[in-house]
C-alpha cells in the first residue's frame, strides 16, 4: 500500500504560479508511477498530469500542457506539479495519485486504475 500526502495548495490571481507537492511513503517510490488529477465543484475527476517510475516519460492533459510540469524527486519520495499561467479554470481540488502496480502511465489509465490517493488540495484561481 502507497501513502500520499499533498500539500502547497492555495489562492492565486491569474497569471500566477503555484507549487504542489505529494509525499508518497509506504512501498519503494522509483518503482511506480505517479499522477495528479482534478476535480472541479459539480465535475468528474480529470487527469491533469503524470510521470513514470524514473521520471523519462511524461503526460500532460491538453489543458494544461505548456503551462504544467510534472518532476519528481526519487530521493525523496516526491512529486511535485509545477502550475504556471494559472488561469480561473485550474480552480479545483488537486489529488496525487499512484498504484504500486503501474510503473508507468497509459493514457487510458483513469481514475479507477490508481488504488492510492491522497487527500487533496484546494488550488483557487482569482481573476
Known amino acids: 500500500q502507497v501513502q500520499l500526502v499533498e500539500s502547497g495548495g492555495g489562492l492565486v490571481q491569474a497569471g500566477g504560479s503555484l507549487r504542489l507537492s505529494c509525499a508518497a511513503s509506504?512501498?519503494?517510490?522509483?518503482?511506480?508511477?505517479m499522477a495528479w488529477f482534478r476535480q472541479a465543484p459539480g465535475e468528474e475527476r480529470e487527469f491533469v498530469a503524470a510521470?513514470?517510475?524514473?521520471?523519462?516519460?511524461?503526460y500532460y492533459a491538453d489543458s494544461v500542457k505548456g503551462r504544467f510540469t510534472i518532476p519528481r524527486d526519487n530521493a525523496k519520495n516526491t512529486v511535485y506539479l509545477q502550475m504556471n499561467s494559472l488561469k480561473s479554470e485550474d480552480t479545483a481540488v488537486y489529488y496525487c495519485a499512484a498504484d504500486p502496480n503501474l510503473p508507468t502511465y497509459r493514457p487510458d489509465y483513469g481514475p479507477p486504475a490508481f488504488r492510492s490517493w491522497g487527500q487533496g488540495t484546494q488550488v483557487t484561481i482569482s481573476a
Open positions: 510521470i513514470s517510475r524514473y521520471g523519462r516519460t511524461t
Open positions: 509506504g512501498r519503494t517510490f522509483s518503482s511506480y508511477a
